[in-house]
């Protein structure tokens, strides 16, 4: 496979500074300091008589709130473990790992369990109620209505308009660097790939533990736009090859503004179809996905081609760009 040059992945650095200053925050907060605890891995332990305020995340290793401490906020388990022995203000949230209630035990919300599990002991105060799910995704959606079947039709047919609209808009103003990106993600996919999975799983996670950190948040909305817009940009690329080639193969003489917005409709038309096959569709789109975010960086968003470093190896399966 063609190496990823090194300056394409200067964009992930501050997310990678960022992830270091998340990382500060995963020791329990001093009282009125923060408002939100992260724990990531080893032991953390609430004494018997110390008080922890605000929200506390477990997602690994292990929080402790002996006899006698005290919990004012909500305690989500995501991984790891919680044992708690003295008293929380708030609910018990276990979406994944384990938590412990010891027989000293004072909750004064609601349990709630989904994909983990939780030991309860007898002598156990739990003043709210107790609720197990089956899964994550069950509390998560809970309280969603089911839209109707003609609703969901015309939000689709309105997200292809939207996206149709914005390929027309992109080809007549920006035509350069969308041809660009669009020769990035069909003449070099496993490259594009690889370096859009690289930049997805790198700032997803940091983006989940933002949210989780007062701070931070500004931050963690500000890179989830800059994710989206470079997701929607990376299919308005791949929109406007497909249009182009379907044109060529049609023997059509469309303009590409044109070829952009019938490709591109195509594509998420396609897109939202193949995304009704469970686990099929899901490992397409996120295919398509990785492919249009790394040619994005790839080329800095069409501000350069992206020309691999010339070392007698082909992108493997790569089909070259159109001229």
């Given at each position: 496979?063609?190496?990823?040059?090194?300056?394409?992945?200067?964009?992930?650095?501050?997310?990678?500074?960022?992830?270091?200053?998340?990382?500060?925050?995963?020791?329990?907060?001093?009282?009125?300091?923060?408002?939100?605890?992260?724990?990531?891995?080893?032991?953390?332990?609430?004494?018997?008589?110390?008080?922890?305020?605000?929200?506390?995340?477990?997602?690994?290793?292990?929080?402790?709130?002996?006899e006698?401490?005290?919990?004012?906020?909500?305690?989500?388990?995501?991984?790891?473990e919680?044992?708690?022995?003295?008293?929380?203000?708030?609910?018990?949230?276990?979406?994944?790992?384990?938590?412990?209630?010891?027989?000293t035990?004072?909750?004064?919300?609601?349990?709630?369990?989904?994909?983990?599990?939780?030991?309860?002991?007898?002598?156990?105060?739990?003043?709210?109620t107790?609720?197990?799910?089956?899964?994550?995704a069950?509390?998560?959606?809970?309280?969603?209505e089911?839209?109707?079947?003609?609703?969901?039709?015309?939000?689709?047919?309105?997200?292809?308009?939207?996206?149709?609209?914005?390929?027309?808009?992109?080809a007549?103003?920006?035509?350069r660097p969308?041809?660009?990106?669009?020769?990035?993600?069909?003449?070099?996919?496993?490259?594009?790939?690889?370096?859009?999975?690289?930049?997805?799983?790198?700032?997803?996670?940091?983006?989940?533990?933002?949210?989780?950190?007062?701070?931070?948040?500004?931050?963690?909305?500000?890179?989830?736009?800059?994710?989206?817009?470079?997701?929607?940009?990376?299919?308005?690329?791949v929109?406007?090859a497909l249009?182009?080639?379907?044109?060529?193969?049609?023997?059509?003489?469309?303009?590409?503004?044109?070829?952009?917005?019938?490709?591109?409709?195509?594509?998420?038309?396609?897109?939202?179809?193949?995304?009704?096959?469970?686990?099929?569709?899901?490992?397409?789109?996120?295919?398509?996905?990785?492919?249009?975010?790394?040619?994005?960086?790839?080329?800095?968003?069409?501000?350069?081609?992206?020309?691999?470093?010339?070392?007698?190896?082909?992108?493997?399966?790569?089909?070259?760009?159109?001229?």
């Amino acid at each position: 496979m063609t190496p990823v040059p090194t300056h394409h992945l200067r964009p992930l650095l501050l997310c990678l500074l960022l992830g270091l200053l998340v990382t500060g925050c995963s020791t329990p907060a001093q009282t009125g300091r923060y408002s939100a605890t992260l724990i990531t891995q080893q032991d953390h332990v609430v004494e018997d008589g110390q008080v922890l305020v605000g929200d506390t995340v477990v997602a690994g290793g292990t929080v402790v709130l002996e006899e006698g401490a005290e919990h004012r906020g909500t305690v989500t388990v995501l991984a790891g473990e919680a044992r708690i022995s003295g008293r929380v203000a708030g609910d018990l949230t276990v979406l994944g790992g384990t938590a412990t209630l010891t027989g000293t035990a004072e909750l004064t919300g609601d349990v709630v369990s989904a994909g983990g599990s939780i030991a309860r002991d007898p002598g156990a105060v739990v003043r709210g109620t107790t609720t197990e799910e089956p899964s994550p995704a069950t509390v998560l959606e809970r309280g969603r209505e089911p839209r109707a079947a003609g609703e969901r039709a015309l939000w689709s047919l309105l997200g292809v308009a939207v996206m149709a609209g914005l390929a027309w808009l992109a080809a007549r103003l920006v035509p350069r660097p969308l041809h660009r990106t669009s020769a990035a993600a069909t003449g070099f996919p496993v490259v594009s790939g690889a370096l859009g999975t690289l930049v997805l799983i790198t700032a997803l996670p940091l983006v989940a533990s933002m949210i989780f950190t007062l701070f931070l948040i500004p931050v963690a909305g500000i890179v989830l736009l800059g994710l989206g817009a470079a997701t929607v940009y990376g299919l308005l690329a791949v929109g406007r090859a497909l249009g182009v080639r379907a044109a060529r193969r049609l023997g059509r003489t469309w303009s590409t503004p044109v070829a952009a917005a019938l490709g591109t409709a195509v594509l998420v038309a396609a897109l939202q179809l193949i995304g009704l096959v469970p686990f099929a569709g899901a490992a397409v789109t996120g295919i398509v996905v990785v492919v249009a975010v790394g040619a994005g960086f790839l080329t800095g968003f069409g501000l350069r081609p992206y020309t691999p470093p010339d070392d007698g190896i082909d992108d493997g399966g790569a089909l070259h760009a159109e001229g």
